[in-house]
């Protein structure tokens, strides 16, 4: 099984952008779906966007439009672009990878959106 690192939250304007990076100790290629996921204070972990070893995407309904999550096999790296940022995206965000049988989880990054 991978180990994963986050990078690239932060605090950000309502309305502004930011890219996650998840990085990967080893080949991402044959795990079954990427995934990313988020906390925010008082509520429970939810799925954001995920993506499965042969390209298919999904995404909650919330961040449709606005949030998109790509896997880069070379680099053993999944991305996540989040466009138009709301107050309520504020939350701690986490990388996941997902096998048949186990799952694995980064640290997590906090996205901060607030003016």
């Known amino acids: 099984q991978v180990q994963l690192v986050e990078s690239g939250g932060g605090l950000v304007q309502p309305g502004g952008s930011l890219r996650l990076s998840c990085a990967a100790s080893g080949s991402i290629f044959s795990i079954y779906a990427m995934g990313w996921y988020r906390q925010a204070p008082g509520k429970q972990r939810e799925l954001v966007a995920a993506?499965?070893?042969?390209?298919?995407?999904n995404y909650a309904d919330s961040v449709k439009g606005r949030f998109t999550i790509s896997r880069d096999n070379a680099k053993n790296s999944v991305y996540l672009q989040m466009n138009s940022l709301k107050p309520e995206d504020t939350a701690d965000y986490y990388c996941n990878a997902a096998y048949t049988k186990s799952r694995v989880w980064g640290q997590g990054t906090q996205v901060t959106v607030s003016s």
């Open positions: 993506i499965t070893s042969g390209g298919s995407t």
